[in-house]
């Protein structure tokens, strides 16, 4: 009986998906200002992070002190070529270039990245509207100097961003949080395991 119970919610979970893109599609974007970032090249205009493309995906990020965060963009960079085929894509966060950069590289990340310091972009473009810095998606359009705020999602365990979360639905596994690495030291270092960070 579990089964068809699944089945069903299945079902429904995948209508209600094709309603909501529906209305995404169909919502109206409003204009916002021309936002100014910090990136390692310099300062940037959100028109600019735009490049050839009319439709730009800003993800918001908290930055490298964020695990959640880093597991969702751990997860989009595999995307990543395929969004840029569609949508131009930046990853913001409230840190300054060069932590970005290093961090990003850390992970192996090819983001384009800008840094919102934590000033007016993220205070008043937030996923929530005037709510700093929490994570998610804002998707902008271009009318020739006109940036217009499209659509927004945050981000939170068990949401649709990450493919994480369904998998371990499906093993049924309810609890989880994200770590930098998962590397255990083992019971015995051949190397005499002096100096392990």
């Not at 996923?127 to 217009?148: C, F, I, K, Q, S």
């Not at 371990?168 to 030291?185: S, V």
């Amino acid at each position: 009986m579990s089964q068809v119970r699944i089945e069903e919610i299945e079902r429904r979970i995948g209508e209600l998906s094709s309603e909501l893109f529906a209305l995404r599609k169909a919502s109206e974007a409003e204009p916002i200002p021309n936002y100014e970032f910090d990136t390692g090249a310099g300062k940037t205009s959100l028109l600019d992070l735009f490049a050839d493309k009319n439709r730009l995906l800003v993800i918001h990020n908290m930055g490298q002190g964020c695990r959640y965060c880093t597991l969702w963009a751990d997860g989009f960079n595999g995307l990543l070529p395929h969004l840029e085929s569609a949508v131009s894509v930046v990853l913001v966060s409230k840190d300054p270039p060069d932590v970005q950069r290093t961090f990003a590289n850390s992970r192996g990340w090819r983001f384009r990245l800008a840094s919102h310091g934590g000033g007016d972009y993220i205070r008043e473009q937030g996923v929530y509207g005037e709510a700093e810095n929490y994570p998610g998606a804002v998707v902008y359009e271009r009318r020739g100097d006109t940036v217009l705020r499209k659509n927004a999602s945050s981000f939170g365990p068990g949401d649709l961003y990450c493919a994480l979360w369904p998998l371990l639905g499906l093993a049924g596994l309810d609890e989880f949080t994200p770590q930098y690495n998962y590397w255990r030291r083992p019971e015995r270092l051949e190397d005499g395991g002096e100096n392990i960070l």
